[in-house]
């Protein structure tokens, strides 16, 4: 289900292009129109607009094996760059409203398992190589022909648990929800209760973005972006909150950036950081196969996190085919296999596509123009970065709850009455939030299933691709034994 609702009653409209730019990135064909694209990439942009901020905050925190850190100030320049670059190409090229930015769980992975055993360069360097054997697993076919192996239902649970996984971002990032040290593992704001005036913003801001989707109100994720980040700059203005945590933080304070009007809004960007990469260094310094572990990780993560992310957009904006694949699916893994080279060539990690694109799609998007706008305001944040630190997670995060429900809604669509496939998809839906990674569900689904059929007698029914992914997936779940063992 998507925001805007598709006509279904009355004459049917008229589908043809109004011009060459509506031709070619085929608005009116997809039932859209250039006001909803600009709302879907502003929307998909305030939703993703965090990636500047936090992106520099986890590889800024770590030292590589020499001690060295990377400055926060080039990395924010760097990811906003190519942020901008790759939406920009991915609308272009594949004419689909996904965006991309350096991947969370990737950054994580690069900064605190494979820098510290290198220097920064050859991290970067093996980001760089994981980049370019995804593409030859695109031009080969095999990534596209991977994923046609797996099954539909299980690729509609795919995105169901997704939209559960935003939800719980979503709740996470804004202090409604919060991890306990003890019994229970996750609690209502502090001690069971809303104590904070940045999570009683969130939900706010989320009541108002509830109300306008059922009310139907046009651009009704992206209003209730903007009016909550009206009201937190208020509330920090009276209150003077400032952030949560550190050494200058309190207890109810914001949870990244602190919501105020900028004291500028320019600034040269840091961009020495581009080309400090080393494709060969990693293969000296670590052993070869711990780099090839560690290259096995980055490949197995990004790939399925990729096609699981855009058959969930795809689905909330109602593009997918027969088969549950999206429009130009070989062109959507090409551009997003050069995002992941481009992010190690330029340090900022792997760049992946974005599941907050779906935010956009909420709003309205269906093509690849809407990416011109969110692309487009990437690139601005490389000077204006000001200005991206003014919405605080506590106002963003309403999006990701809300879009979180639409895609949930599909959950219909499977047959739990029959277990061969219910609980292949359940495993699917409840461990990408429960284990905070889209990969884990979908490894989980993967094997659930081969398993299943195996057992049942009707091992013909299995794509035999999927046969190679069970594999992978168990040693991809095995990776920290088999790092331990082979020293």
């Known amino acids: 289900m998507a925001t805007v609702p598709a006509e279904t009653t009355g004459p049917t409209p008229d589908r043809s292009p109004r011009n060459a730019f509506d031709r070619f990135f085929e608005i009116t064909a997809r039932g859209s129109t250039p006001g909803r694209e600009v709302r879907g990439g502003l929307a998909t942009f305030f939703t993703m607009a965090y990636i500047v901020v936090l992106n520099p905050l986890i590889l800024g925190s770590a030292v590589d094996g020499e001690g060295a850190a990377l400055a926060i100030p080039a990395i924010a320049a760097a990811t906003a760059l190519i942020a901008g670059l790759m939406t920009l190409l991915m609308g272009v090229v594949a004419r689909f409203p996904l965006a991309l930015a350096a991947g969370l769980g990737v950054n994580a992975l690069v900064a605190f398992e494979i820098a510290p055993q290198m220097t920064w ?43 559960l996984f935003l939800a719980l971002i979503g709740f996470v990032n804004a202090g409604f929800v ?17 104590a904070t005036w940045p999570a009683f913003v969130f939900v706010l801001g989320l009541l108002l973005t509830l109300v306008l989707v059922v009310r139907k109100v046009r651009g009704a994720i992206l209003i209730g972006i903007l009016g909550s980040t009206v009201l937190a700059i208020v ?39 581009l080309g400090n990469f080393s494709v060969l260094g990693a293969w000296d310094s670590a052993t070869w196969l711990i780099a090839l572990m560690f290259v096995f990780t980055l490949l197995l993560t990004d790939f399925f996190d990729t096609m699981g992310t855009m058959v969930a957009v795809g689905q909330e904006g109602g593009l997918l085919d027969a088969e549950g694949m999206p429009p130009r699916t070989k062109e959507i893994l090409v551009v997003d296999s050069i995002a992941a080279a481009a992010g190690g060539m330029a340090s900022t990690s792997s760049n992946t596509s974005y599941i ?132």
Request: aromatic share 8%.
């Open 235 to 273: 509330v920090e203005a009276i209150g003077g909150f400032g952030p949560a945590g550190g050494p200058d933080g309190r207890p109810g304070g914001w949870a990244l950036t602190v919501p105020s009007l900028p004291d500028q809004v320019f600034g040269m960007p840091d961009l020495s950081l």
């Open 121 to 163: 360069a050859d991290a970067m360097g093996l980001v760089v190589i994981e980049g370019v054997i995804i593409l030859v697993l695109v031009l080969t076919g095999l990534r596209t022909a991977v994923f046609r192996a797996v099954p539909t239902q299980l690729k509609t649970a795919i995105g169901v648990g997704i939209g």
């Open 178 to 194: 919060t991890g306990g040290t003890a019994s229970p593992p996750l609690g209502l704001g502090v001690n069971g209760m809303i």
């Open 356 to 487: 907050e694109s779906a935010a956009g799609v909420a709003e309205g998007a269906r093509t690849g123009a809407a990416n011109l706008v969110t692309g487009g305001l990437f690139l601005l944040a490389v000077f204006l970065s000001p200005l991206v630190e003014v919405v605080p997670f506590e106002a963003a995060s309403t999006a990701l709850v809300v879009v979180g429900f639409l895609m949930l809604t599909a959950v219909r669509t499977i047959d739990w009455t029959d277990y061969e496939i219910a609980i292949p998809a359940f495993l699917t839906i409840v461990l990408m939030p429960f284990t905070y990674s889209i990969s884990n569900g979908i490894g989980a689904g993967v094997i659930t299933f081969v398993l299943i059929k195996l057992v049942k007698g009707r091992a013909a029914q299995v794509h035999p691709l999927l046969y190679g992914v069970a594999v992978l997936f168990t040693l991809y779940f095995l990776r920290h034994p088999l790092e331990l063992l082979i020293g």
